[in-house]
């Protein structure tokens, strides 16, 4: 009975990473594809990555969404790092029942709404949209994703190392700093790199709250689906996912290091 | 877990609590409450095309008067064209039916993580995580060349027989469950994962002892115990499913209908700002039982420890 | 008069009326929500003296504890150190250290940072926090490993290390939560002798908090048995043993003979009781006890003796059956059940290696015990 759970696993493992992985395999094929069409192999070529980087439209859109990316990932994860601490340490305060439902919300509400309620804001107080209204929008939602993640290791967290550096000596702040964050450190990362992730993918909410002048990849991507395809964009796909790639697995190697560490193994 | 006392003063304690608070209430819970005023108003030629929401100086009168001004018509107007009600309804049931299959699909998968060996249990999760940290837009796009008519699949069909026409998968209903199902895995994955990670697998060793089939192990062990997980999932899929655009626009074509699409299409080609509005307050209104239930069981997991 | 057991050291001022209290818990109550986790206890704990909190789970010593570390806050009550009262004083000002029951080592820190840590906060020159660090270290013998994080270390050696990282800023008060909990039996007997000499040697006072009586009553000086959030005794571990106050005492540490009986008549020259037998015991001491009480005299096993005849010499004895023998190797333990149907419990050193005509289940025997062999309890 055990050899046909064993199996039943692995196949169902097996196939569901394949359905996962397969779209973006076929993407990162075609674009070394030598002709146009997505769906026939004509040979082996660079031309759609040459092609790219002399697409300014494209490049300039990059620049744009890796900024807003950095700012409004760092931002969120310090916002977000607050709010999972609020709601971890302090279980009384007039209104934590509507705190914690606007750091939980955000998480599932469909960015249609959160795009458009944002865009009614700016206008309403008639607040130029372009890069600062991008990154606004995107430190609002990404930093109930950091809350969340960092609330789930707050919630591991043992207490007794707080209260030993209370004990010999170190006010709240400074246990919080030398302590604390050090410990969960690997989850602050880990909400830092979803905030990333989440803002350089949005569509939705940038395409609602964007100007003139500041146009993300997705948006892009977007209507260069819409209009016609050219592999162009898979090569741009192809780089982001080889950037992303490269950088979790980087990312994946140092925090298991830590990991280890703050564990006491 | 032992309570311990408030560590922070007052006063750092309150500034603690107001960073966030104030950032989320002003750019997430204020906002909500400018859409409802918008779409209780009519639209305008002018920028912005809506009729303004109020006109500070104009004194008191005109404050009343615009009060007068508000009215239900979009409302009205939603309730009216067909179209509307039907996109609704046709967003719950899509988004239904594909928080079903992806729950059909990602229980397998989190089961077979959580039995894995523990030493390649970080690689496995690495690997769900890994395609959510590419982009959502990129492999969503990837399946216009999967399920297209010359598509991939198609092809690989034909070249095995099965079929002798090419299928019209792409612009229906059918490619957007897929396209829902493939986004939003890791998403019923991740928390699956996490409750059947934790539960103590001698609990079925003990029920299968007792006389239980491992199917009727898993059916009476396993399921419930893994309901946190199965709720979170599900939610987490099914709420922002209903309101999915990029989906249906790129794999759902013109011919299906989804309230997302709806709103955007208002917004952008139709330029009705305060019908869009309408449009976005009657979404939360349906959405707001799913994630006040969202937020129960969140709090009710945080509670036990989960 | 004769002394019970032998005392540890010559030190006990809490014999001295006029030895100053130097940590006082005044009506000290703590609740959480409903329930009283801490009752209206009262305590005075003497400079230099190492103390023991003995009870068991959830009878509030650990509570204690906190409240004196600046983890809790008292309901009402005040707790005073060394004549200050400690209300509103948190933690990182108290001159008091804890170290905790999991040690609660900074993970990401080495052992010299570890015990840097507590001087670090309080501003001391780097030279001698160096110089202190490798004092710590050389006191609890970790020289070798000022290097290493806690995780390289066994669980015996994080014992130590989280023991010099609270004894670094040289605090009046040490409160150790449960030390030896996580220590195999043969450590936990090193590491119990260290304390001691430790204590006595830095002349702190220590405080511990601890389930374990073998551990309270071999490192204590005092011990306070707790029970619900009181204080049922507070006495040395010799007089907790052969003096206990009350049933639950008496039952607490070690095994204990409970024989209920009626307080006959008590004077100087001792009392009688009549047991619920009807047998008539003497014993030299009435205690507490009044005439027409019901009392119950509390004999330890090791002070009743097993015969196979009623033995002539002593007045004190009772009838029954060997019902279980218990043969430990350096003494045996039997259960001799009355013909009344109660239980008595006796152990005896072998201290010969052949016994003639040893006693053997279900054989006759008789319990019998000396007059000053118990102590009265009425309550």
């Not at chain 1, 993407?27 to 031309?47: K, P």
């Not at chain 2, 199965?230 to 989906?247: K, N, R, T």
């Not at chain 3, 004894?167 to 590491?191: F, I, N």
Request: hydrophobic residues 50%.
């Amino acid at each position: 009975m055990a050899g046909t759970w064993g199996r039943f696993n692995m196949v169902s493992l097996v196939l569901g990473f394949a359905f996962l992985y397969l779209p973006i395999v076929l993407l990162v094929i075609f674009s070394f594809n030598e002709s146009r069409l997505v769906t026939v192999w004509a040979g082996f070529s660079t031309r759609w990555y040459v092609a790219m980087l002399s697409n300014q439209g494209l490049m300039e859109a990059a620049w744009v969404t890796a900024r807003v990316a950095l700012i409004s990932a760092t931002v969120a994860t310090v916002l977000g790092t607050l709010a999972a601490v609020v709601l971890t340490r302090y279980t009384r305060f007039r209104g934590r029942l509507l705190f914690s439902g606007m750091v939980y919300a955000p998480i599932v509400m469909p960015e249609v709404i959160t795009g458009l309620s944002l865009l009614l804001l700016f206008v309403a107080v008639d607040f130029e949209r372009g890069f600062a209204t991008i990154t606004i929008a995107h430190i609002t939602f990404s930093m109930c994703f950091v809350a969340v993640v960092v609330q789930s290791r707050l919630l591991s967290f043992d207490r007794s190392l707080e209260e030993a550096a209370l004990d010999l000596g170190a006010t709240p702040v400074k246990a919080f700093f030398q302590v604390t964050l050090p410990v969960i450190l690997p989850a602050v990362i880990a909400g830092w790199m979803l905030a990333f992730t989440l803002s350089l993918d949005d569509l939705v909410i940038a395409s609602f709250t964007s100007g003139p002048g500041a146009t993300t990849l997705p948006m892009k991507i977007y209507s260069s689906v819409r209009l016609g395809v050219t592999p162009e964009i898979n090569a741009v796909c192809t780089v982001l996912i080889g950037m992303v790639t490269v950088g979790v697995i980087v990312a994946s190697l140092v925090n298991k290091r830590r990991m280890r560490i703050a564990a006491g193994r | 877990m032992r309570k311990s006392r408030q560590p922070k003063g007052s006063w750092g304690r309150r500034f603690l609590i107001a960073v966030p608070y104030l950032w989320l209430f002003v750019f997430f819970l204020v906002p909500f409450f400018i859409v409802f005023r918008i779409s209780l108003s009519q639209p305008a030629i002018a920028m912005p095309p809506y009729t303004p929401i109020f006109e500070l100086d104009a004194g008191l009168s005109s404050f009343v008067q615009a009060l007068k001004e508000l009215s239900l018509d979009n409302y009205l107007f939603l309730l009216d064209d067909p179209l509307y009600v039907n996109a609704y309804l046709s967003s719950l049931l899509i988004a239904a039916v594909s928080t079903v299959f992806t729950l059909l699909v990602g229980y397998p998968v989190a089961y077979g993580m959580a039995r894995a060996p523990t030493a390649i249990r970080p690689v496995l999760l690495m690997m769900v995580i890994l395609p959510f940290w590419t982009s959502f837009l990129i492999r969503v796009y990837a399946w216009i060349g999967i399920l297209k008519p010359e598509g991939l699949l198609n092809q690989f069909l034909l070249f095995l027989g099965v079929i002798d026409q090419p299928l019209v998968i792409l612009n229906t209903t059918a490619a957007i469950i897929i396209g829902i199902v493939y986004s939003y895995l890791p998403f019923m994955v991740l928390p699956l994962y996490a409750t059947l990670e934790k539960m103590d697998y001698a609990l079925v060793e003990a029920a299968e002892d007792l006389g239980c089939t491992p199917l009727a192990a898993f059916w009476k062990i396993t399921l419930p115990l893994s309901m946190p997980g199965v709720i979170a999932g599900s939610m987490l899929v099914f709420i922002p499913a209903v309101g999915e655009f990029v989906i249906p626009d790129l794999l759902g074509g013109s011919r299906t209908l989804m309230i997302g699409k709806t709103l955007w299409n208002e917004f952008f080609s139709n330029r009705d700002w305060p019908v869009s509005s309408a449009v976005a307050i009657v979404l939360l209104v349906v959405l707001v039982v799913p994630i006040a239930y969202f937020q129960r069981a969140q709090a009710r997991a945080r509670e036990r420890g989960l | 008069m004769a002394s019970l057991g032998s005392t540890r050291r010559s030190f006990a001022p809490w014999t001295d009326p006029n030895a100053k209290a130097y940590i006082r818990f005044d009506n000290v109550t703590k609740r959480f929500g409903d329930s009283v986790v801490v009752d209206n206890l009262s305590l005075t704990i003497y400079e230099r003296e190492f103390f023991a909190l003995l009870g068991a789970s959830g009878c509030g010593k650990t509570t204690l504890l906190r409240m004196l570390g600046g983890f809790e806050t008292p309901t009402s009550g005040r707790i005073l150190l060394d004549g200050q009262d400690l209300a509103g004083v948190p933690p990182y000002r108290r001159p008091v250290n804890m170290m905790f029951q999991s040690y609660a080592l900074f993970p990401h820190m080495t052992v010299e940072k570890n015990i840097a840590f507590g001087l670090k906060q309080e501003g001391m020159p780097k030279a001698e926090i160096a110089e202190r660090v490798r004092q710590m270290l050389k006191l609890v013998k970790l020289e070798a490993y000022a290097d290493r994080k806690p995780h390289q270390l066994s669980g015996g050696q994080r014992q130590r290390v989280a023991l010099a990282r609270s004894l670094a800023k040289r605090p009046k008060v040490l409160l150790l939560d449960e030390p030896l909990g996580a220590l195999d039996k043969k450590l936990r007997e090193e590491t119990q002798f260290e304390l001691m000499d430790l204590q006595q040697d830095l002349g702190l006072t220590f405080i511990v908090v601890t389930h374990d009586q073998e551990e309270a009553m071999t490192m204590a000086d005092r011990i306070a048995i707790m029970d619900q959030g009181r204080v049922m005794q507070v006495a040395t571990p010799a007089e907790i043993y052969e003096a206990p106050v009350s049933r639950f005492v008496a039952d607490f540490v070690g095994s204990i003979n409970l024989l209920e009986g009626t307080l006959l008549e008590a004077g100087r020259s001792g009392a009688r009781i009549r047991d619920v037998s009807g047998a008539e015991f003497g014993v030299t001491d009435a205690g507490e006890g009044q005439v027409g009480q019901t009392v119950w005299l509390a004999v330890r096993p090791e002070k009743v003796r097993v015969t196979r005849q009623r033995p002539a010499d002593v007045r004190n004895a009772l009838e029954g059956e060997v019902w279980d023998i218990a043969y430990l190797g350096d003494m045996t333990v039997y259960n001799v059940k009355l013909d009344d149907g109660r239980l008595i419990k006796a152990s005896s050193i072998n201290s010969v290696r052949a016994v003639e005509d040893a006693l053997t289940w279900h054989d006759r025997a008789w319990v019998s015990f000396a007059e000053d062999a118990g102590v009265v309890l009425v309550r």
